[in-house]
């Protein structure tokens, strides 16, 4: 089947519209759930891109004839084409480990969110009305076409990946790169947006932990004395994961009867803090050491928050309050804003 066979552009811009949303969709979802389906969600992902690829040829036949046609009048058109390309580029390239480094990552995510103004301005400047007939069995069959198509390039590029061994074969489900697993001091340092590493006097620094009918602070030498362990990875969504041995008090014992509480915050000296379903306490660990050493400045000393199986962004660090209370735990931005 040539290019010119091919029905008016209209239904290729349609089916990449769509796409482009399930791969942002899936995106953000693989981002926001750190376990379980998760996997499937991020392959999910991996096939939208793959068939946005596919897709490449048809979109840039009409592309040339929107060009000849208006001149070079579109630019936000060429702009959402350049950060779309730049997003499956990166994608493959962090997928696959032959863009290694963690900038890949950034540079996705980057593009990703890039692209969602752009989208919008060709939603509105050139609206693909849906019809009747894009159901029809023809376009059906396409549309079935393409995805076992992209399915099957996916499924070559994990077994080429795989029987090569290009670095990216012992990823984890969630595209993470091991980093430095029980080795703490080479593990990296991150932060989610802009805070910066505290320095922490543990003489004056106290952690409050309040319930509804309870307030106390604890002292670092009193946290410290805890030893409840927890073996976790923390799996940061800039693409790295480690696995550490974690120590400190579990959360659940630390308060106790929860009452009628419905989550429990965990706030940072900096700001920054995440909500968690009470039920989660008993599996939260506040951590005062790590491979049984105390905590450097920048993985959170005095304190910080091991979640397991929850995305990096969730391990607050530098905690200096636990509040349990009636606010539901989804009372909060998905992804932090500090
Ligand atoms: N206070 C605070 N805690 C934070 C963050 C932050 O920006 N501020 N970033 C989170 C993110 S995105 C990750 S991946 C982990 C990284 O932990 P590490 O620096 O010890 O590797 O810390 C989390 N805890
Ligand atoms: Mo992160």
Known sequence: MGLRRFPAGRRTNLALLVLLAAALLTGALAFAIGGGWGRWVVIGHGVAGIAIVLLGPW???????????????????????VVVATAVVTGLGHATGLLSGLLSMQVHVGA????????????????????????SRRAVLRGGALAG??????????????????????????GS??????????????????DSVPEI?????????????????????E??????????????TGGWFAEQDWEGVLLGPLLGDPGEARSVAVGSLTGYGRRF???????????????????????????????????????????DRVEAGATPWWWQSPFPLT
């Open 59 to 81: 979109k840039s036949a009409i592309s040339a004839r929107g060009l000849r046609r208006r001149g070079p009048g579109s630019w936000p058109s060429i702009a959402l084409a």
């Open 277 to 319: 379903p009470i039920g989660d306490a008993r599996n939260l660990l506040l951590a005062t050491r790590v491979g049984g050493r105390p905590l450097s400045a920048g993985h959170g000393f005095p304190v910080r928050l091991v979640a397991p199986g929850r995305r990096g962004f969730w391990w607050v660090k530098w905690v």
């Open 149 to 174: 198509g992209s399915l099957l390039v996916y499924g070559a590029v994990e077994g080429v990946v795989r029987a090569t061994s290009l670095p990216s074969a012992d990823r984890r489900f969630t």
């Open 223 to 236: 946290l410290a004395a805890f030893d409840d362990r927890v073996r976790a990875t923390v799996d940061c």
């Open 112 to 135: 990703g969110l890039g692209s969602i103004p752009f989208a919008l301005w060709h939603v509105l400047a050139r609206p693909v009305r849906p019809r009747r007939t894009d159901l």
């Open 201 to 221: 006097d543990t003489a004056a620094w106290r952690l409050a932990v309040s319930t509804a009918d309870d307030e106390r602070d604890y002292t670092y030498e």
């Open 177 to 194: 790169y091991e980093r430095g697993s029980f080795d703490p001091r080479s593990m990296p340092v991150t932060q989610w947006l802009d």
